[in-house]
């Protein structure tokens, strides 16, 4: 079955410590995103990227990196300059021609130990 | 600028009732996209339906339409005969101007009572 995978679906950060998110996908799609969650919100954009070894920075990018190596995978790494990094993380995917919807993992959780 | 907005933090409904969930939107664009999310606490994101700013007719899909307005700028999520599973967050989101992002509402928390 063709779908968006992310792992770990929990992860625990130290203190200075930066994390890497893993986000692949199976369904062929061009474009590639990553968002933020905090509890009760809606998503903040943190990156994006429509094709391999390109992206943009979305509205919260600052603390964030990514890379964009392969076509299937779009890892995120929090950073410790990322000071407030608790919050729930969801990779999403589309192709690229018009009108079709963002496909979404199922979510990782990141807290602060 | 382009913006989303959901006016009903959250619903309460009775089980097999009907539900509207509201959101408006402001853009310039012509064309845009308007699509509705349904988030279980789970944490899923599930696509439910999609309104294009040129359809002429509501969009539907099985329990699900969209009452697009577009003199209004509002784009309304109607659910027939509610199910205890439809209860969650329920997301509208529009297109940017490069129709690859999305722009997000806050979210509407819908619990459906037995």
């Known amino acids: 079955d063709g779908g968006i995978t992310q792992s770990p679906k929990y992860l625990f950060r130290k203190e200075g410590q930066n994390v890497t998110l893993s986000c692949e996908q199976n369904?062929?799609?061009?474009?590639m995103y990553w968002y933020r969650q905090d509890p009760g919100q809606g998503l903040r954009l943190i990156y994006y990227s429509q094709i391999v070894n390109d992206f943009q920075k979305g509205d919260i990018a600052e603390g964030y990196s990514v890379s964009r190596e392969k076509k299937e995978s779009f890892p995120l790494t929090v950073t410790s300059a990322q000071k407030n990094p608790t919050a729930f993380y969801l990779c999403a995917s589309r192709p690229l021609w018009d009108n079709q919807p963002q496909h979404f993992g199922d979510g990782t959780r990141l807290s602060i130990l | 600028a382009q913006k989303i907005t959901q006016t009903q933090p959250g619903m309460f409904v009775q089980e097999k009732e009907a539900v509207t969930l509201d959101c408006t939107y402001d853009?310039?664009?012509?064309?845009?996209?308007l699509f509705w999310y349904k988030q279980p606490s789970s944490g899923e994101m599930i696509f439910l339906i999609y309104?294009?700013?040129?359809d002429e007719q509501n969009a539907t899909e099985g329990r699900y339409s969209l009452n697009f307005q577009k003199a209004r700028k509002s784009a309304n999520l109607v659910i027939s005969a509610s199910q205890l599973g439809d209860s969650a967050m329920y997301f509208c989101?529009?297109?940017?101007?490069?129709?690859?992002?999305?722009?997000w509402g806050a979210g509407t928390k819908l619990i459906i009572k037995p």
């Open positions: 989101a529009m297109t940017m101007d490069s129709n690859y992002q999305l722009i």
């Open positions: 853009t310039s664009d012509q064309s845009y996209g």
């Open positions: 369904l062929n799609h061009d474009a």
């Open positions: 309104q294009g700013s040129y």
